[in-house]
Nanobody, 125 residues
Framework: QVQLVESGGGLVQPGGSLRLSCTASEFTLDYVAIGWFRQAPGKEREGVSC????????YYADSVKGRFTISRHSAKNTLYLQMSSLKPEDTAVYYCAADIHRGSCHFSKDEYDYWGQGTQVTVSS
């Protein structure tokens, strides 16, 4: 059964850091486009960062550039999102998602095939 399982969320003060993890089962992350999305209360789900399957190129939303870093560990079949200099507006449920068809990095959430259950990130003093 294909699964994506996120972990690493929590409560952090503004300016702090967190690392999210997303572990996949039944498919290999190196062979798909994989990304992080987030959804704040009352808002649409938005793309945060993604990695293409072809060359591992990465893409970031403007709101997180320079603060977040996406990476994947092939041997562990795990995707990471290192988040630094966190702001209250980063508060959201964070999801990882896999697109097994397109392969290239994108934020068209309706085209992603598999989603994790989400992990809550709360940035507050």
């Amino acid at each position: 059964q294909v699964q994506l399982v996120e972990s690493g969320g929590g409560l952090v003060q503004p300016g702090g850091s967190l690392r999210l993890s997303c572990t996949a089962s039944e498919f290999t992350l190196d062979y798909v486009a994989i990304g992080w999305f987030r959804q704040a209360p009352g808002k649409e789900r938005e793309g945060v960062s993604c990695i293409s399957k072809f060359d591992g190129s990465t893409y970031y939303a403007d709101s997180v550039k320079g603060r977040f870093t996406i990476s994947r560990h092939s041997a562990k079949n795990t995707l990471y999102l290192q988040m630094s200099s966190l702001k209250p507006e980063d508060t959201a449920v964070y999801y990882c998602a896999a697109d097994i068809h397109r392969g290239s990095c994108h934020f068209s959430k309706d085209e992603y095939d598999y989603w994790g259950q989400g992990t809550q990130v709360t940035v507050s003093s």
